[in-house]
């Protein structure tokens, strides 16, 4: 007599195999992400300074929850050689893991966790659409679904109707907030000696490396550079700002151009 494995039939049953994977703990975190950007906004609005804080502090829990796993999952082990330096070095994940770190640890700023909890949104939505949903209504793909399937599978193409409208648009205003938003609050941060400079730096070779990886990111550089120039170079640079200035302007944006050119000779064979 042959042997069949059994079909899971029970909600139970059919959970279990899934709650138990790394992905599972994954998804988990970014909920925590999601849900805690949603209290952190309520208790600043609505609450008090201190359960704003607390949920702020949570959200980048769920981020080292997440991102952590992610790469342990690529990369295992830590291996002390060239090669493994170079694929971490050139990974995104690697790097939102070492910011979340940087930032947990560091003094409050809002806007960082703007782009955690934006890309964590999309996660939570899609896991639900994709893994979630099936998982607990296995027949809403078929022509026999059960009512509570059906209205599963018109939540599902809702989530991706929502995805499809908004994913691009939503990736284009994070770089924004990621190079004009965190930069630049840092760096008023430094100077009104609120923060340690050193952020600025881990920042500033983040988006070194996130400019290589990210076409998004790139754009909002283009554009940022485009204004600057019509403002402060010739021939149509404003008349009241000094020609020193738009000097100072040059030497920085070259500076900045070449340090982030440099890391294409960094790059591992191969990597896009």
């Not at 947990?104 to 960082?112: E, H, K, N, R």
């Not at 703007?114 to 099936?134: E, G, K, N, Q, W």
């Not at 550089?221 to 000094?242: G, S």
Request: charged share 15%; net charge positive; glycine share 6%.
């Amino acid at each position: 007599m042959s042997s069949r494995p059994q079909v899971p039939t029970t909600l139970v049953e059919r959970l279990k195999p899934l709650v138990l994977t790394p992905r599972f703990a994954w998804w988990i975190g970014h909920c925590i992400v999601t849900l805690s950007f949603f209290f952190y906004s309520f208790n600043k609005i609505f609450g008090s300074a201190a359960s704003a804080q607390s949920w702020y502090y949570r959200l980048y829990i769920g981020v080292l929850l997440s991102y952590g796993i992610t790469v342990w999952k690529t990369y295992g082990m830590p291996q002390f050689n060239t090669a493994f330096l170079q694929r971490i070095f050139m990974d995104d994940n690697v790097h939102y893991l070492f910011m979340g770190f940087l930032w947990y640890v560091s003094a409050p700023l809002f806007i960082t966790i703007v782009p955690f909890a934006v890309y964590s949104l999309f996660h939570v939505i899609d896991f639900a659409r994709v893994t979630f949903l099936p998982t607990i209504f296995p027949d809403m793909n078929t022509a026999t679904r059960s009512p509570g399937a059906t209205h599963a599978a018109n939540l599902a193409k809702a989530i991706k109707r929502f995805k499809d409208t908004y994913y691009d648009a939503a990736m284009k205003n994070v770089a924004k907030v990621e190079v004009i938003g965190v930069m630049g609050l840092q760096i008023l941060g430094v100077i009104t000696f609120q923060l340690s400079p050193f952020g600025v730096l881990f920042y500033a070779n983040f988006l070194r490396i996130r400019y290589h990886l990210s076409p998004h990111i790139r754009q909002t550089f283009a554009e940022v550079r485009a204004v600057l120039d019509k403002h402060l170079l010739p021939p149509t640079a404003n008349q009241k700002i000094p020609a020193v200035v738009g000097k100072a302007y040059t030497f920085i944006r070259d500076s900045v151009i070449s340090y982030g050119q440099s890391i294409v000779s960094q790059q591992p064979a191969g990597t896009q």
